[in-house]
């Protein structure tokens, strides 16, 4: 008889080791995020957002040559602009953490058994 759960699993010691390296690897992509930033302009250029990979609003900019207050919507059109720009903004960092941390996560393929790896792809 075999030792249940011995057939074909990775060394246990080197599992854990890649699990602690690739949870640091982790925890210093996070730490990148907070102070990476992407930054979306809509309206053309009316409106900047400037936004944090971990999603933190750094700056907003508007462009006051761009907006005409002489049109009676103009505030309902500032509003509408910076709705737009924060959400872009927010997807845009949304992305760059995935991929940011897509490469930190990838490894988990190799450390699972067959079939699970799939799980985290």
Known sequence: MGIPGG???????????QIQKMQEEMQ????????ETVE????????TVTITGSQKVQAI??????IDT??????TDLQELLIVGVNQAIE???QLASDRMG??????????????GGLFG
């Open 7 to 17: 057939g074909g699993m990775p060394n246990r010691g080197s599992m854990m080791r």
């Open 28 to 35: 210093a992509a996070q730490q990148a995020l907070e102070t």
């Open 40 to 47: 979306v302009s809509v309206g053309g250029g009316a409106i």
């Open 61 to 66: 900019r508007i462009s006051p040559d761009l």
């Open 70 to 75: 002489a049109d009676p919507e103009w505030l």
């Open 92 to 94: 845009r960092a949304q």
């Open 103 to 116: 490469g930190v996560t990838g490894g988990l393929d190799s450390m699972l058994p067959g079939g699970l």
